[in-house]
């Protein structure tokens, strides 16, 4: 009972696989076919238990086979095992390749180490040298038990971060509460020590807190594998300079591990239902894993750590629509939400997430003479921020959501944390009062003068015919302005919707004059064109700059020649395909400085910082004044 008679067996039943139940090979009848031939009753015996986990032979014994009788001579036996739709090579004794059985038991049942009930058949070739006739056994039952060692629900990590205490439950190793045998990746996050040394450590199992160090898992000589049973030295993390935290993945059934260096980054995205998937939302983190944004909802959504791909996203682990808990092994989306807007929080630390309706953003404090009484601020989509125009006292305040202090923020202007310091406003007087928590950056506010002008004035002429409203952004003291493209008479507006209050023209130019809002004629057609368009609500006048080109420049053409661009009248835009742009660049307005703008790809503005763009083929959209501000629209080719 050896691999040659296997061997041997495995070149029969390849032969005897082209047969059916009767089979004639080319010649003559020379010897008499058998006229019945089948297993009798009782012609296979079953052993004892197969226990994998105390068993190192390369063959097994599965059963006793009492071949079937033949009612003619000189026909020989040869056997095979059928394992459900798989057959495998089987002595007459009954052997066959233990790797096989155990193989094909863990693949249907799973590595749980608990006697299962294996369904087999054995079959025949009975073949006389022209002539094979094939019989099989009625289903008998193998008992084995899977190799695979004992897994427990839990593992503690006990070592140089918690002072080797093997009854310390800090660190806990855990895989989703499955069954250890279905799931058995384990997995744990530590810190990495402040004093950047290595973590030296062992884990040991539930049953073994307290002292009992038997059933630690500990290293062994290859390097990533472990083995149970305290069966080795010290399992190493080797310290990552840049580490806040150690991943720890454990394979049970591999005896496997890992550890992943983990830092955190400034910002993690949502994305979702409320943009069909297609625009992430940012979340500001503080650097210790904590992210928060109050982002508008409106159904599923997950979380992912990149703007601009899925690497490395989190799904739901567990939870509802309150919030849960997350992981990175594939999951479904969050739980479906009702539109509207909502805090969101999410602890990549403690791997959770938390999800707050936002029925009211509010200001409260002295300012309005007492605490008692909140100032409800209103949604400004404009700026994607709470805004309240309010006349206050000096005095102190504070921002709260839901008119509850479980939610509150205070501090500075420019850094509101929660449950922060009270802020002071300095004097009586009316004010503009901003509240931003979109993600981009800490939540701050903004608390200027209210001067009494619009946050945005409105040009509408024959370009639209008339039908289309064109947001010029405001300073706060009266001052607008806007690019587009124009082309004969048109009038500015304060409102968007309704024509209450419009400036009409007085006398001047095509391109400049002054303007009343006690009714007149339109503003004259400059020529069609693009242009700046400035309006002095202050002062009522308006002028028109006409841009004649739309140029990118920099470090990729020496800060000399103007790359052109080149105006989409349907998008609104500037635009270029090139793959000539590299290092820094900027756009300015007719090959000139006095128009210029740089600072980020979302938020142009003017003179501000260079930008910078790796080699590549990329086309460029230029919107200025889309949406209330400038920005590029990189698309790499």
Not at 20 to 32: G, I, L, M, N
Not at 41 to 66: M, P, W
Not at 519 to 530: H, K, L, R, S, V
């Amino acid at each position: 009972m050896n691999k040659k008679i296997l061997s041997m067996i495995a070149l029969v039943a390849s032969v005897a696989a082209c047969t059916d139940d009767y089979k004639d090979w080319a010649e003559p009848q020379t010897v008499a076919q058998p006229t019945q031939v089948s297993f009798a009753d009782g012609s296979i015996t079953t052993v004892g238990t197969i226990d994998f986990n105390s068993y190192a032979e390369e063959l097994v014994k599965v059963c006793t086979i009492k071949a079937p009788s033949t009612a003619a001579e000189g026909y020989e036996p040869s056997f095979a095992i059928n394992l459900g739709s798989n057959s495998y090579d089987i002595t007459a004794d009954g052997v066959m390749s233990a790797a096989d059985l155990q193989a094909y038991v863990a693949s249907q049942f799973g590595r749980r180490p608990v006697v299962r009930d294996v369904e087999a058949t054995v079959s025949t070739w009975l073949n006389n040298g022209t002539t094979t006739v094939k019989a099989t056994s009625d289903i008998f039952i193998i008992k084995a038990i899977p190799q695979a060692p004992v897994i427990e629900a839990a593992y503690y990590l006990t070592g140089s971060i918690n002072g080797w205490n093997n009854s310390d439950t800090t660190y806990k190793l855990t895989n989703d509460g499955s069954d250890p045998y279905a799931n058995p990746v384990f997995k744990l996050r530590i810190p990495a020590p402040e004093d950047g040394s290595n973590v030296e450590f062992k884990m040991t199992p539930e049953s073994g807190l307290g002292g009992d160090w038997s059933g630690c898992l500990a290293a062994a000589e290859e390097e990533g594998k472990f083995n149970y049973n305290n069966n080795g030295g010290n399992l190493v993390i080797t310290a990552d300079p840049d580490a806040l935290f150690y991943d720890l993945t454990f394979n049970m059934l591999d005896q496997t591990w890992k550890a992943t260096p983990v830092g955190f980054n400034e910002f993690i995205y949502e994305i979702g239902n409320e943009s069909s998937w297609s625009e992430p939302h940012p979340l500001y983190g503080n650097g210790l894993g904590q992210y928060e944004a109050i982002i508008w909802l409106d159904g599923e959504f997950k979380f992912k750590p990149n703007q601009d791909n899925w690497d490395g996203d989190w799904e739901k682990a567990s939870g509802d629509a309150n919030g849960g808990t997350l992981t990175t092994d594939g999951g479904p989306n969050m739980d479906g939400v009702a539109a509207g807007h909502y805090l969101v929080q999410v602890d990549l630390k403690e791997m959770t997430y938390t999800i707050t309706a936002v029925s009211s953003i509010s200001i409260i404090g002295s300012v309005r003479g007492a605490w008692d009484t909140d100032i409800d601020m209103t949604y400004n989509a404009n700026f994607n921020c709470w805004e309240a125009r309010e006349t206050l006292s000096a005095g102190e305040y504070k921002f709260r959501m839901n008119h509850d202090w479980g939610i509150n923020w205070g501090g500075t202007e420019d850094n509101l944390e929660h449950n922060g310091a009270n802020l002071q406003l300095a004097a009586d007087g009316a004010y503009i009062i901003r509240f931003f928590n979109n993600g981009e950056g800490p939540a701050y506010c903004t608390v200027k003068e209210d001067s009494g002008y619009p946050d945005f004035f409105y040009e509408i002429g024959n370009e639209s015919g008339w039908g289309t409203s064109h947001q010029m952004g405001g300073n706060g003291n009266g001052q607008y302005q806007g690019y587009y493209w124009l082309d004969g008479e048109f009038k500015f507006k304060p409102n968007a919707d309704n024509w209450d209050n419009d400036l009409e023209y007085i006398d001047g130019t095509t391109t400049s004059g002054t303007l009343t809002d006690g009714g007149g004629p339109n503003c004259p057609d400059p020529g069609a064109g693009f242009y700046q368009i400035n309006l002095d609500a202050a002062a009522m006048t308006y002028s028109l700059l006409k841009i004649e080109s739309i140029s990118m420049i920099g470090g990729f053409n020496g800060w000399s020649d103007d790359l052109e661009m080149t105006y989409n009248k349907e998008e609104g835009c500037w635009e270029v395909t090139t793959d000539a742009v590299s290092g820094e660049y900027k756009f300015r307005a007719n090959h000139d400085w006095g128009i210029n703008w740089g600072g980020t790809e979302s938020d142009l503005t003017q003179d501000g910082a260079n930008l910078n763009i790796e080699a590549g083929t990329y086309k460029f959209q230029l919107y200025l004044t889309y949406a209330g501000n400038n920005r590029v629209v990189i698309t790499k080719q």
